[in-house]
């Protein structure tokens, strides 16, 4: 082979070419059952090397992780970035954890891959390809009175799926004092645990850690270990994997292990073959994204001025639930635990039963012909399920990719559903006041403000799942008494569109929304 043939074939762009070639082939004979058993989304080239260029530093001994490897793609990223920077690094070792043995095999391709990069660049490389589960071998080293040496650098597209409580991977985090609901945060939470003071973390992950009680001990684990410094946001919920049909809010964050607080660094992206920024970069205070009185310890993404002054316009709103003297509860029907009680159709002796599916346009219709029952069986059995008639404000748990708004709501308003008693199934949030309706104009203010722009803007900034919890709803602020009863008063009870309900919570809120300009709810 010519010297100029074995330079071409060295480089770190010949690097990043094998991998993708090694990583396509993965891809062909990949088979579904297998992915969704180990929650493989194999990461695309170009978002690898996006994602290896955000270390900040990258010269000296240069120790790596990569937690879930796969092919390799995100260790050859980082080799490529650190041989073509003006200051190399002097040597790299590199670990990769996989538990495919048809991905290791590729895995130890691309290390040697690394390896011939990284000769031709002058720096000294060592890689391993382990096949392993990264959550027990990394628990083991952390259970060793003298733990081995701790990287400098980790790089994590970490597996996405769910972990069971009694499950042997959720035991073994236990002992390690690490509580984790999904595979990606316990994968994330051990690379923190192992990373050396100083080191650095790069990872792709689902944005649903942001918030969400399921989510908050890893919060307050990665928020008192790392420093955040920047993060990525993808616009869509298609693009970062699109090979692999994942439909999934990601983020790409960075942060420092030890470091104290500092400004962090916002951008976002349509996707990572787009190209552009979608807009500049935002160098907001660490306060900002982590609010230092929030309990939930919620993470808040706002990528552009236009989130800016949407964040601004609620740190205005003076109220919580509280104030309006309103509490919020999961609807109490657990439909699989009363099935023998339900009924298809109103019928005496049964009173109604609302799901999801009856909410339409802001106002809940009854009975609704489907799958779902309308009715429970009104019984001694069934006693502690109710809730008496009364005006509510009731927003589903879950929104699906079709509807335009995280937050549904709606109006169950006795005048259209004539009852003595209610029961609300478990997928649905319920406002109430302790136990029961709410006042008429309250209950229509609260509902339009729920369902406005400006909210659904707001929410975004740190719910990147499809789940709404009530968690969530009773960490919003709120306007005033006054000002919601002005706005129930201002919608009429009548079906209002988008523009319409928008126009009526700017008027009704005054000062504390002008300025904030949103853009139309977009599909999620």
Not at 168 to 191: D, K, M, V
Not at 434 to 440: E, I, N, S, Y
Not at 458 to 465: A, D, L, M, T, V
């Amino acid at each position: 082979m010519s010297a100029a043939r074995e330079l071409r074939r060295t480089t770190p762009a010949a690097l990043l070419e094998a991998v993708a070639l090694h990583r396509a082939e993965a891809c062909e004979r990949l088979d579904p059952a297998r992915r969704s058993e180990l929650g493989q989304f194999l990461t695309p080239p170009r978002l690898a090397s996006f994602m290896a260029s955000l270390f900040q530093e990258l010269g000296g001994s240069v120790r790596v992780l990569d937690a879930g490897a796969g092919v390799g793609t995100l260790t050859a990223a980082l080799v490529a970035e650190a041989c073509s920077r003006p200051a190399p690094p002097t040597d790299i070792r590199a670990v990769g954890y996989e538990l495919d043995p048809a991905m290791v095999k590729r895995l130890s391709k691309g290390m040697r891959a690394c390896r011939d990069a990284c000769r031709a660049a002058g720096v000294a490389f060592e890689g391993r390809a382990v096949r392993a589960d990264f959550i027990a071998a990394a628990v083991e080293e952390l259970s060793r009175p003298t733990p081995g040496a701790r990287f400098s650098h980790a790089i994590l597209n970490p597996p996405y799926k769910k972990l069971g409580a009694a499950s042997a991977a959720r035991r073994a985090l236990r002992r390690a004092g690490i509580e984790a609901s999904n595979l990606y945060t316990a994968f994330l939470a051990l690379a923190v645990r192992v990373l050396a003071p100083g080191g650095e973390l790069v990872a792709i992950t689902p944005r649903s850690f942001c918030n969400g009680p399921y989510f908050r001990a890893f919060r307050e684990l990665f928020l008192r270990e790392m420093s955040l410094r920047r993060v990525h946001v993808f616009e869509s919920r298609s693009a970062a994997f699109a090979d692999d049909d994942v439909l999934q809010e990601n983020v790409v964050l960075c942060g420092v292990k030890g470091a104290p607080p500092g400004a962090v660094l916002i951008s976002s992206s349509c996707g990572p073959d787009d190209g552009a920024i979608t807009a500049p970069p935002r160098q907001v205070p660490y306060a900002e994204v982590v609010r230092p009185d929030d309990p939930e310890r919620f993470i808040r993404v706002v990528p552009d001025q236009a989130g800016k002054d949407v964040a601004d316009a609620f740190a205005r709103l003076p109220a919580r639930l509280a104030d309006l003297g309103v509490s919020i509860s999961t609807g109490k029907v657990v439909d699989f635990r009363a099935r023998a009680l339900l009924r298809p159709d109103p019928q005496e002796g049964a009173a109604p039963l609302i799901y999801p599916a009856h909410l339409d346009a802001g106002v809940v219709r009854w009975p609704k012909a489907g799958k779902k029952p309308n009715a429970l069986v009104d019984c001694a059995a069934t006693a502690h399920l109710w809730m008496p008639s009364g005006t509510y404000v009731v927003v589903k748990r879950f929104s699906s990719k079709e509807e335009r708004r995280r937050i549904t709501a709606a109006v169950f308003d006795p005048a259209v559903v004539p009852c003595a008693r209610v029961g609300f199934e478990n997928h649905l949030n319920v406002f109430h006041r302790r136990g029961a309706g709410l006042p008429p104009l309250l209950a229509r203010g609260l509902c339009a403000f729920l369902s406005s722009t400006l909210v659904d803007t707001y929410f975004r900034q740190w719910s990147g799942h499809t789940q709404v919890n009530a968690t969530d709803l009773r960490s919003l602020t709120y306007p005033p008494l006054e000002a919601m009863e002005r706005l129930g008063a201002r919608t009429g009870g009548r079906a209002l569109g988008q523009r319409e309900i928008d126009r009526a919570v700017e008027e009704a809120l005054g000062a504390a929304a002008r300025g904030a300009r949103c853009r139309p709810p977009r599909a999620i």
